[in-house]
């Protein structure tokens, strides 16, 4: 081979390479220890590939072009948009819930300038970044009182520290959850400092099985949202009443971790979300969610709950070091806004996408397909085709929302060939694969999707994406 005549001599030298690249206009501003760093990277792996024997470009050409490539992926954005059309709604890999034009108006006001955050100009004193949410979220889930922080996750650290640091928590074995990311109940117990009682049985767990477990140790029952999975058969929880006043005669408060948490009734196919004020009225003292799960806001956690607790909440060390950012909280105040103001089915996009009917996604489809149609003459076959959507994000797990879609077969591209080829376009298009056909739910796409996704597999069809 021509390659192996090739040596560690002929590979440039740094200056050389540096001198051609110092003046490339596009290279702009890039600091010359930055540039001279990918310099380095470049030539190492060069030589590598030398060392092993492995076919290397050292020329001029192309060893400035790869330096330049690296450099102008490193002064570029990687998190961007992309096409959701997996169906999926809360998609964890593809940024949860995304926000209405209320939250995003929000955002932009306050993002680029100064803002009311813990100024308040009615006193002209100091305010609270917490007062903006707490009333709003009070008047639409009945709590008493409320205090945000960084998510849910958090939310459920700062609960327990606060009321069962040392103390003894009551947990049904039924509800021991692990969230993906390595938030494990036991775990978030432990680091809290509480002790974990695990009550009952995986299956089954009786109100007899907490009331046992009670003792002058007890700090609080905790219930937690089997969010991701369900146990199904001969099973058996205590219903909330029944908790309440159990956890009520012997003083201790009883904390759910809704995990998603919805303000809106969502019923389909027989299955009932309970809702955070539907909680909140059973008596249940303090419930802490997500703000970018099925509430559709920005991330956040939000305890909501009884004044007592929540008021030991806002003194406790940890709070400071998991508070709110202030987009994300003038993503929520949008978000609420919109429960309390608007149309909640038309204004929250994750509510929107929820609670579309089959003749509306039908019709998407449709136009979608028809988009496609010239595709036909490259011999790609399209067709209109009913799905299942999940909501994802570990929430409403196997409840199935009918969808419809588009699924494309292409004579010239196997699936996983179009399914990589729509995700390396430049506004990449996640997409599903299912017997060799990829599968584009339009459940979760905007117009301008339909756009881009038109473009992308012209694009692919003509040999230009690959
Ligand atoms: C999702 C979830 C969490 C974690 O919430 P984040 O907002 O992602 O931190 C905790 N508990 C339950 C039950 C959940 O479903």
């Given at each position: 081979m021509e390659n192996n005549r090739l040596t560690m001599r002929d590979i440039p030298s740094i200056e050389c390479l540096l001198g051609l690249l110092i003046?490339?206009?596009?290279?702009?501003?890039?600091s010359h220890d930055i540039i001279v760093d990918r310099l380095r990277f470049v030539v190492n792996e060069a030589r590598d590939k030398l060392r092993e024997n492995q076919v290397a470009d050292v020329s001029l050409n192309h060893l400035v072009n790869r330096v330049k490539s690296e450099l102008l992926t490193l002064g570029s954005c990687s998190l961007r948009k992309v096409v959701?059309?997996?169906?999926?709604?809360?998609h964890t890999n593809l940024g949860r819930a995304p926000l209405g034009k209320s939250a995003v108006h929000m955002v932009n006001a306050i993002m680029s300038g100064y803002s009311t955050l813990e100024y308040n100009v009615t006193t002209g004193e100091r305010g609270s970044r917490y007062a903006h949410v707490v009333d709003k979220l009070c008047a639409l889930t009945g709590a008493e009182d409320a205090i945000i922080v960084n998510n849910n996750a958090a939310a459920v650290m700062l609960v327990l520290s606060v009321l069962a640091k040392e103390r003894e928590v009551i947990v049904s074995r039924g509800q021991l959850v692990e969230i993906g990311g390595s938030f494990r109940i036991p775990d978030v117990l432990k680091q809290s400092g509480a002790r974990l009682v695990e009550v009952g049985t995986t299956n089954k767990t009786h109100i007899a099985d907490f009331e046992q477990a009670i003792?002058?140790?007890?700090a609080a029952i905790l219930k937690v949202h089997t969010s991701n999975y369900r146990i199904v058969g001969f099973t058996a929880q205590p219903d909330d009443k029944a908790l309440v006043l159990l956890a009520h005669r012997y003083g201790v408060p009883l904390v759910e971790d809704?995990?998603?948490?919805?303000?809106r009734n969502i019923e389909v196919n027989g299955w009932h979300e309970p809702t955070v004020s539907e909680c909140l009225a059973s008596g249940i003292d303090v419930v802490t969610f997500s703000g970018?799960?099925?509430?559709?806001?920005?991330q956040a956690g939000i305890i909501a709950g009884k004044k007592e607790y929540i008021k030991m909440m806002k003194s406790h060390p940890l709070l400071r070091a998991i508070r709110i950012d202030k987009l994300s909280l003038a993503s929520l105040e949008g978000t609420l806004v919109d429960y309390l103001t608007g149309d909640v089915c038309k204004d929250i996009p994750v509510q929107y996408m929820l609670s579309r009917q089959s003749d509306d996604l039908r019709e998407q489809a449709c136009t979608l397909a028809n988009r496609l149609q010239p595709l036909r003459s490259y011999g790609w076959s399209i067709e209109v085709v009913p799905l299942i959507s999940h909501a994802g994000g570990?929430?409403?797990?196997e409840v199935e929302f009918g969808s419809f879609g588009v699924s494309i077969m292409a004579t010239d591209h196997s699936a996983a060939m179009l399914e990589k080829a729509l995700r390396r376009n430049s506004t990449p298009i996640i997409v599903r694969i299912q017997a060799e056909r990829i599968l584009l739910d339009?459940?979760?796409?905007?117009v301008e999707d339909m756009v881009i996704i038109e473009a992308a597999c012209n694009g692919i069809a003509k040999g230009e994406i690959l």
């Open positions: 003046n490339q206009p596009e290279l702009g501003n890039f959701n059309a997996t169906g999926v709604v809360l003792t002058d140790h007890t809704l995990g998603s948490g919805t303000f970018d799960k099925l509430l559709g806001a920005g570990g929430t409403l797990p339009v459940r979760c796409l905007a």
